[in-house]
């Protein structure tokens, strides 16, 4: 039906960079709002920033400053750009949708993707 797919997680040092990209695909007649979650170990996932399709966005108080999101509506992707990443940012990367298939228009449904880990060494 509909899948989001991550991309762009991996291993980088202390204060360095990284960009994560979901693109979502399937029966898609609209997506509302998008969002990044995050989970680390021994911890439950967390809402790490989010995205309304006219662009609102929000952040947790951990990121603000630091990351941002942006989306590209013509292309059904989501995109968090990591900057001055710290360990405690490590975790695995989760992308979320709210998306209105062209099989139930009308309401929508909430999708996930499989996650990406993002590491950060000290």
């Known amino acids: 039906q509909v899948q989001l797919v991550e991309s762009g997680g991996g291993l980088v040092q202390a204060g360095g960079s990284l960009r994560l990209s979901c693109a979502a695909s399937g029966l898609i007649f609209r997506i509302n709002a998008m969002g990044w979650y995050r989970q680390a170990p021994g911890k439950e996932r967390e809402l790490v920033a989010g995205i309304t399709r006219g662009g609102s966005t929000n952040y947790a108080d951990s990121v603000k400053g630091r990351f941002t999101i942006s989306r590209d509506n013509a292309k059904n992707t989501v995109y968090l750009q990591m900057n001055s990443l710290k360990p405690e940012d490590t975790a695995v990367y989760y992308c979320?949708?709210?998306?209105?298939?062209?099989?139930?228009?009308?309401?929508?449904?909430?999708?996930w993707g499989k996650g990406t880990l993002v590491t950060v060494s000290s």
């Open positions: 979320n949708a709210d998306v209105v298939t062209t099989f139930s228009i009308n309401s929508g449904m909430d999708y």
